[in-house]
């Protein structure tokens, strides 16, 4: 499991965020693109009021989805030709006009910036919010805190629960077992939940329970028991003329969110331990008989092309699936989860925390495909 912050430092940045959030809501007519050396959007009041903010790479794109200017075009119009992308951003703005919501928070450095450019049916459900209604539930002598961060796009906690174990079987045809020498014999799983939440539309709410193996720390994350709530609500205009853009406020949906955050408390119990638990584990079993029996690299192809793994990575967990010596859907997945500790980015080591849990639900045809390749 990769390293983040430590939980005091993941409040602390998360409380620095939140009061330093300051949400808008405005028609595209009230907005104007600018690249004055970085791409800006300038919020028009009907007063001549202006307020103008630099856009993250996330807001750029957003901007792109919803002038349905493709991701990639985006990203070379901001490189190359920053003014093009204002002037197409613009043109859409002005006859294609939508309502939307306009984040902003500012950096360590008190800089201002917009982070985020949804729809105007966005529900904010926030991490400073979610902390305070989770916390106590993990905030246990049974529970550890492995690893937590908070990044551009999402918040994390995953936890683990130290009362409930399982010895994994041995591998009967493995005679010499050391232990740290890979995925072969004896390993104790403890059941673990990840935690989080997108303040900026990259993702809902989420609590999605998982393995954590104990003598290499290696996550598995498994969606298909993930609980999940969107961040969809009413429309946040009240009526307001569409040439002008307010601050946004929440206050009217605290009461609903309170409902939310009291259902995620339920789920973080429910899910630690338990049936949840039994599921996984025999997945977790079924998944040594589960063996790779053509070529190991093409096998390694075929799950990078399914996957969307890019060379650096098929590299990197081929060495470990090697050093593990375990060639099965259970060495696959293991091989993946302990490669994502390698990955700097907080983000995609916890997307092939998820990876690691696919493989092993694969359906029996799409494993065979990796299986048998030659």
């Given at each position: 499991m990769k390293q983040g912050k430590s939980i005091n430092d993941l409040v602390r940045e998360v409380k620095r965020q939140s009061d330093s959030k300051v949400d808008y809501t405005a028609n595209t007519r009230a907005l104007d693109a600018d690249a004055n050396g970085v791409v800006c959007l300038t919020l028009k009041g009907r007063d001549g009021h202006t307020d103008r903010f630099p856009l993250s790479k996330i807001a750029l794109r957003q901007v792109g989805d919803r002038t349905g200017i493709p991701a990639k075009y985006v990203d070379r119009m901001?490189?190359?030709?920053?003014?093009?992308?204002?002037?197409?951003?613009?043109?859409?703005?002005?006859?294609?006009?939508?309502?939307?919501?306009?984040?902003?928070?500012e950096d360590p450095n008190n800089q201002r910036y917009v982070r985020a450019f949804l729809s105007n049916r966005y529900r904010p459900l926030d991490n400073f919010d979610m902390l305070d209604a989770v916390l106590p539930h993990i905030n246990k002598e049974n529970i550890t805190i492995e690893s937590c961060d908070v990044t551009e796009s999402k918040m994390y906690i995953k936890a683990v629960d130290n009362n409930v174990s399982f010895e994994m079987p041995r591998d009967p045809n493995l005679k010499d077992y050391k232990w740290g020498q890979g995925h072969h014999a004896v390993d104790v799983v403890k059941p673990a939940i990840t935690l989080g939440n997108s303040e900026v539309g990259l993702s809902s709410v989420f609590c999605?329970?998982?393995?954590?193996?104990?003598?290499?720390?290696?996550?598995?994350?498994?969606?298909?028991?993930?609980?999940?709530?969107?961040?969809?609500?009413r429309d946040t205009r009240g009526g307001e003329e569409y040439d002008h853009y307010g601050i946004y406020s929440d206050k009217s949906n605290r009461l609903s969110d309170a409902a939310v955050w009291s259902k995620m408390a339920d789920l973080v119990n429910a899910s630690l331990g338990g049936k949840v638990f039994d599921i996984i584990v025999e997945?977790?079993?079924?998944?040594?008989?589960?063996?790779?029996?053509?070529?190991?690299?093409?096998?390694?192809?075929?799950?990078?092309?399914?996957?969307?793994?890019?060379?650096?990575?098929?590299?990197g967990i081929l060495t470990h699936l090697i050093k593990g010596g375990n060639l099965s859907a259970y060495g696959l997945h293991s091989a993946v989860t302990r490669f994502s500790q390698d990955v700097p980015d907080y983000d995609r080591a916890s997307e092939l925390e998820q990876t690691g849990a696919d493989v092993i639900e694969l359906p029996k045809n799409d494993w065979q495909a990796i299986a048998v390749a030659v």
């Open positions: 901001v490189k190359d030709s920053p003014d093009l992308f204002a002037t197409n951003v613009n043109h859409w703005f002005q006859n294609e006009p939508k309502d939307q919501m306009v984040r902003t928070i999605i329970p998982g393995i954590w193996t104990q003598e290499c720390t290696n996550l598995a994350t498994f969606k298909s028991n993930a609980i999940r709530k969107y961040h969809v609500g997945k977790l079993k079924a998944s040594r008989e589960r063996e790779i029996t053509g070529s190991v690299e093409k096998a390694m192809d075929c799950f990078a092309e399914k996957f969307k793994v890019n060379v650096e990575e098929r590299s």
